[in-house]
């Protein structure tokens, strides 16, 4: 069932910080462009984890907010925020944009086993310009491609000249579900005082193809998050992707049993050495890049030398008899 929702009571969701962690992978290449590059965040797990895609809105960068890229990765979902041009204003920068969709979604797939993904289980998303961007690739009837998660999506200038695209024309039966979140309510891009191109009416529109082909049961829309308690356009994302894709057992971050309260491993981020206080038994430790390969192995160490190894992201587990503990290191 469709589903539309006004947004204007409190909701129990508290207000998420906004502020942006370190990126595991910052600016990553995907193509000879200075402007084609991706952040990637590794969720740390023992098979193969989903991708969820962001594409940021017109002047805005690939840093994404650590409360959702935190809460994804702990959950299996690896995340890439990926650049093409900033900011899009003509036809032929959305053709620019499309062209790199396509290159940087090749350029993943190609990497996949570098970087633990997936290919299998791809979530493309994004806010404004990101949608425009992610829409053909979003609609190629790729199976691999198992959901779309928009903000203010698909803005009321980007549908200007039918003749080089109508958003419509893209979606069929193959079309995967898809998740529309907007900050206004229906006919904003005509209200005279304040008028928004972000108009949830485009978002209807999508809304209404799908219904004609029999596929309705798969989009929703929530509309006028301005006007709630909760503006973060990110707040539906965890719960969308986990309902479209189903992640593998992944390795537990912060799940330490009372035995291992007492431990600790200092400094983090680190540069050269890894100090260990308060073992108590032949702890095992072993310390694994984002992609399981084991770099390290001792047992009840005091100190471990790892200047040779990259910046980065790595991590540690710690196990004995009574506990099992994996902490996530940042490598300066």
């Known amino acids: 069932m469709k589903h539309l929702k006004r947004i204007l009571t409190l909701m129990c969701f508290a207000f998420m910080s906004l502020f942006s962690q370190a990126q595991d992978y910052p600016g990553v290449s995907y193509g000879p462009e200075s402007r084609q590059f991706l952040d990637i965040y590794i969720a740390p797990s023992t098979c193969p984890t989903p991708v969820y895609f962001d594409a940021h809105f017109n002047g805005g960068t690939t840093a994404m907010p650590s409360n959702i890229t935190d809460s994804l990765t702990k959950n299996g979902i690896s995340v890439v925020s990926w650049e093409s041009l900033t900011t899009i204003s003509t036809a032929a920068d959305i053709q620019t944009g ?81 998740f529309f979140v907007y900050n206004r309510e229906p006919g904003s891009a005509t209200d005279p005082i304040d008028p928004d191109i972000h108009d949830p009416n485009n978002g209807i529109a999508i809304q209404n193809r799908y219904d004609e082909l029999g596929i309705g049961d798969r989009d929703t829309l929530i509309h006028s998050i301005g006007d709630s308690s909760n503006t973060d356009r990110y707040q539906y994302l965890q719960e969308f992707v986990l309902s479209v894709i189903d992640p593998c057992s992944t390795v537990g971050i912060a799940t330490e049993q009372t035995d291992s309260k007492q431990m600790d491993v200092f400094p983090n981020p680190f540069s050269d050495q890894l100090h260990f206080a308060g073992m108590h038994g032949n702890e095992q430790v072993t310390l694994q890049n984002g992609v399981g390969q084991v770099l390290a192995y001792r047992v009840r160490p005091d100190q471990i030398e790892i200047h040779h190894l990259n910046s980065g992201v790595y991590f540690l587990s710690i196990e004995s008899d009574a506990y099992k503990k994996t902490i996530r290191l940042i490598k300066k």
């Open 98 to 178: 499309w062209n790199d969709a396509e290159l940087m979604l090749a350029w993943v797939k190609a990497n996949a086993g570098t970087y633990n993904f997936d290919t299998t289980n791809f979530i493309i998303g994004g806010s404004s310009r990101g949608t425009i961007l992610s829409w053909k690739e979003a609609h190629r009837a790729d199976p691999d491609i198992k959901g779309l998660y928009m903000y203010n999506a698909l803005p009321s200038n980007a549908w200007g000249d039918s003749t080089l695209w109508y958003p419509p024309n893209d979606v069929s039966t193959d079309s995967p579900p898809i």
